[in-house]
């Protein structure tokens, strides 16, 4: 089975402008995970889909970023503006119901704010 | 809350020498334990995984970790290390809740294996 694709690989923006990540997961895979890595620090939950539904968006560091999921598919994160400090690599993952045993990581988008 | 420490940021290490990297996690509930691996220029990968019974889980490369409830530990450990072990390890804790699970990650231990 194709893996979790995201995509760019890598975005530079400026200060300020508008950027989205796209995540598609594995086919079949209700669970949808955000998690972000800012650089020298642990990787940290963002927001967990299920389905097209926000189970869990604690982990959304403010109202610059909107996490969707469009009829339960791939999802898309937005951040706007940007600011420097959300540069990092943002990782997305997903899994079968319940999820219990690991998830499946895409290999990430590094962002970076200048 | 949980946490999780891993006290090595770096592990320089010769080939075919053992390695341990140390992962501690604080938790007042039942938890489930995580080693992900992730290579250069990769994505995460799930190495191994404590969920219940033995307290000795093994991967497929020849890496084990050990469960140690008394001490709060899920060490990772291989007796002979190879160059293609060069890679970032995460050890990460979970509670399951009813609908999935989120992961809290240590902030990670880069491995180097030279020859």
């Known amino acids: 089975e194709a893996g979790v694709t995201q995509f760019p690989s890598h975005s530079v923006i400026e200060k300020g402008q508008t950027v989205t990540l796209r995540c598609d997961p594995i086919?079949?895979?209700?669970?949808l995970y955000w998690y972000r890595r800012v650089m020298g620090k642990e990787i940290k939950f963002l927001l967990h889909?299920?389905?097209?539904?926000?189970?869990?968006e604690s982990g959304m560091p403010n109202n610059r970023f909107l996490a969707e999921r469009t009829g339960g598919t791939y999802s898309t994160l937005k951040v706007q503006p940007a600011e420097l400090e959300d540069s990092g690599v943002y990782f997305c993952?997903?899994?079968?119901?319940?999820?219990?045993?690991?998830?499946?990581f895409g290999s990430g988008t590094r962002l970076t704010v200048v | 809350a949980q946490s999780v420490t891993q006290l090595d940021s770096q592990v320089p290490v010769f080939e075919e020498a053992p390695v341990e990297l140390r992962c501690n996690y604080s938790?007042?509930?039942?938890?489930?334990l995580f080693w992900y691996v992730q290579y250069p220029n990769q994505g995460l990968q799930l190495l191994l995984k404590y969920l219940s019974g033995s307290t000795l889980v093994e991967s497929i490369n020849g890496f084990e970790a050990e469960f140690n409830k008394s001490q709060t530990s899920f060490h990772l450990r291989k007796p002979s290390v190879h160059i293609s072990d060069t890679a970032e390890y995460f050890c990460a804790v979970s509670e399951p809740t009813s609908t999935g699970y989120a992961l809290n990650f240590g902030k990670g231990t880069s491995l180097l294996v030279t020859p």
């Open positions: 938790s007042s509930v039942s938890v489930y």
């Open positions: 086919s079949g895979h209700d669970n």
């Open positions: 993952a997903s899994s079968r119901q319940g999820g219990i045993g690991g998830y499946t």
């Open positions: 889909f299920v389905k097209e539904s926000k189970q869990d």
